[in-house]
Each structure stands twice: as structure tokens, then as C-alpha cells.
Nanobody
Framework: VQLQASGGGLVQAGGSLRLSCTAS????????MGWFRQAPGKDRQFVAS????????YYSDFAEGRFTISRDKSKNTGSLQMNNLKPEDTGIYYC??????????????WGQGTQVTVSS
């Protein structure tokens, strides 16, 4: 599976962005699509994930209530809607296929990343 992430950009605090991830190749029903992010000088961290077959979602604490992960199976595309963005949300956002499911904590196939910058 190859993944292509898009939708990043520069936004002011309190604003919104929508990231997209298009997959070429099949995502198995028992796999999940997830989003991770990496801030400068920090480790990559989990943001949110979604089980491909059912659409069940799982969020990190900082994403719960502000971010929404979704998918369109017909287009083989996943999205991450991010609202009420904060400067600490700045980083490179990666989409990934998680073969271990929504709570595996790691990705197995990765997209190239898209930069999100939130100004204060």
C-alpha cells in the first residue's frame, strides 16, 4: 500500500485544517488508518486511528473533541479534520496503515507527511 497525504498548511490558532490520505492498493478490513505527528525535536506521536471496515475510531487525549478521523472506502481515502488548532499542534502529520488495528500504536505503511503550522 502506498499512501499520499495532503492538506497541511499555515493556520492561526483557533483555525481548522483538513488533512487527506489517499491509498493506492487495498487496505484490509481488519487494518486501521491512522494519523501520527512529529514536532521538531520530538518523537513521533499517535493522533487518531480508524478501523477500515467498521469506521470505529480511537483518539489520543489531545485530539479527542478537536479532531475527527473519517474515511471514504469508495475512494480509498481517509481524512483528519482538525478544529480549534493550537500552536502545539504544529508538526509534520503522517498517515499510516496500521496492520495491528486502531490501538496498535504504530504504523506499518507510511505516507510522506504534510506540514501543519499553527501560529499564535
Amino acid at each position: 500500500v502506498q499512501l499520499q497525504a495532503s492538506g497541511g498548511g499555515l493556520v492561526q490558532a483557533g483555525g481548522s485544517l483538513r488533512l487527506s490520505c489517499t491509498a493506492s492498493g487495498e487496505i484490509w478490513d481488519n487494518h486501521a488508518m491512522g494519523w501520527f505527528r512529529q514536532a521538531p525535536g520530538k518523537d513521533r506521536q499517535f493522533v487518531a486511528s480508524l478501523l477500515w471496515y467498521t469506521g470505529w475510531t480511537y483518539y489520543s487525549d489531545f485530539a479527542e473533541g478537536r479532531f475527527t478521523i473519517s474515511r471514504d472506502k469508495s475512494k480509498n481515502t481517509g481524512s483528519l479534520q482538525m478544529n480549534n488548532l493550537k500552536p502545539e499542534d504544529t508538526g509534520i502529520y503522517y498517515c499510516a496503515v496500521m496492520k495491528g488495528g486502531t490501538r496498535s500504536g504504530h504504523g506499518d505503511y507510511w505516507g510522506q507527511g504534510t506540514q501543519v503550522t499553527v501560529s499564535s
